[in-house]
């Protein structure tokens, strides 16, 4: 493998809570919906993992940001799975014959407790990746109750993605 090939890009994202559950705006994280009775706000379906792990790769192509590709003002984008806007990315990836090698994802969040879905989690990122789980890890960490995180206010995301390519 040619090391000058290879591309490093990291991802970080955060949504807010909002004050009250609703049942249009589930919790979506990693492409699973999650029985915890708390909504994200955003504009799309608010997918802290999926939204770090786009920017992650958008950085490692020298390719702007998720915002730059899908912004939060355009109607077409109101409500958007996550996973429709990686598969853009990913799409991207492959036009520049770019592939993944591994991807790390670090979710701080005081709630809800992950631990119960990790497994789903994770075979959901494989799929939506398209890559052996071997190759990605899925932890999360609190803030032990520091800051806003800590005031369970909102959930945030670090990704970080190594690529492949022949150029
Ligand atoms: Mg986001």
């Known amino acids: ?8 890009g990291h991802g970080y994202d955060v949504h807010r809570f909002a004050n009250e559950y609703s049942e249009n705006k589930p919790l979506i994280l990693a492409g699973v919906s999650l029985p915890d009775k708390m909504s994200l706000l955003a504009h799309s ?21 998720i915002g730059l590709h899908f912004p939060d003002t355009d109607p077409q984008f109101a409500g958007a ?9 990913l799409a991207l ?12 994802i670090t979710v ?17 990122l494989a799929y ?5 789980e071997q190759q990605l890890n899925l932890k999360a960490t609190t803030t032990e109750g ?9 959930i ?7 690529l492949a390519g022949n150029a």
Do not use: W
Request: charged residues 20%; aromatic residues 2%; negative net charge.
């Open 1 to 8: 493998m040619n090391v000058n090939s290879m591309r490093i």
């Open 45 to 65: 379906d608010g997918d802290v993992i999926l939204h770090a792990l786009c920017d992650a790769i958008l950085g490692a192509l020298g390719a702007g940001d």
């Open 81 to 89: 799975s996550s996973g429709d806007l990686l598969k853009h990315v």
């Open 93 to 104: 990836m492959d036009s520049q014959e770019r592939y993944l090698i591994n991807v790390d």
């Open 108 to 124: 701080i969040a005081e709630v809800p407790k992950l631990s119960p879905h990790r497994v789903n989690m994770i075979s959901s």
């Open 128 to 132: 939506l990746l398209e890559l052996p």
């Open 146 to 154: 520091l800051g806003a995180i800590g005031r369970k206010e909102g």
């Open 156 to 162: 945030a995301c670090a990704a970080v993605v190594l």
